[in-house]
């Protein structure tokens, strides 16, 4: 007697196979799902998923969920997601909070990069408290063209300093994502820029989107 090998689960739709990860993810009110969370909740296995996909990210990918540890990340994206976190709690944030669903990243590429969370943040702060050197080559031809020193976008670490200096909260009616998730902040250039106003921190505030909106109606 001979024995024949029979592939297990060859015959399963993917979109059941992706159905079910959507289920898990539901069940544990989770956007953000582990090989684990599945293996310990899911209806099939998760080695079956990913040789279905090729690889557990891409699944997620194909489930509509956020990726659960992607690799590659630039530096300036993990500070981008340690912003965001800040913004929306409105003070440092911790360790625990990367689990927050506005936050896009677990603390796996943290560690990958920096070693540790605290590490991660010592970094963000030195690099935040750097003085801008450089503007991008499209700020560049914007103000070649316009005759300006600086391009109107702020930038990233320009953002954080001024949203910082104003608490993380509109400077008009004082409302923050910290006290009112559906709250959105906006840099607003105090004398605009498109009347001369510069791309600076004494000519940057914070304001909310409806503040934003009523300054410019009156505009």
């Known amino acids: 007697m001979s024995f024949e090998f029979n592939p297990i689960n060859k015959n399963i739709d993917e979109a059941e196979l992706l159905n079910d ?40 990918e194909k489930a509509g969920l956020q ?11 993990l500070f981008k997601n340690i912003l965001n976190i ?16 506005i936050s896009k990243y677990s603390q796996s590429p943290y560690n990958r990069e920096f070693k540790s969370w605290n590490n991660a943040l010592h970094s963000f702060v ?23 020193s600086t391009g109107r976008d702020p930038s990233l ?33 105090i004398q605009p820029w498109s009347l001369g106003g510069q791309t600076t921190l004494e000519n940057l505030q914070t304001l909310c989107l409806k503040c934003n909106l009523g300054k410019g109606n009156l505009v």
Request: proline share 2%; with cysteine.
């Open 67 to 77: 990726i659960s540890n992607q690799l590659n990340i630039s530096k300036e994206d």
């Open 157 to 189: 670490r320009l953002r954080f300093k001024v949203m910082k200096r104003d608490n993380f909260s509109c400077v008009q009616c004082g409302s923050s994502p910290a006290k009112d998730i559906s709250v959105e902040l906006h840099i607003d250039h």
């Open 21 to 60: 990860v959507r289920s898990v993810a539901k069940q544990l009110n989770k956007d953000k799902l582990t090989l684990r969370d599945y293996d310990d909740k899911g209806k099939f296995n998760s080695s079956t998923i990913i040789r279905r996909f090729k690889t557990w990210n891409i699944a997620l």
């Open 126 to 148: 030195d690099w935040a408290n750097q003085e801008e050197i450089e503007i991008s080559d499209n700020q560049k031809l914007i103000s070649s063209k316009t005759k300006k």
């Open 86 to 101: 800040w913004e929306h709690i409105g003070r440092q944030p911790r360790r625990a909070e990367l689990g927050l669903p």
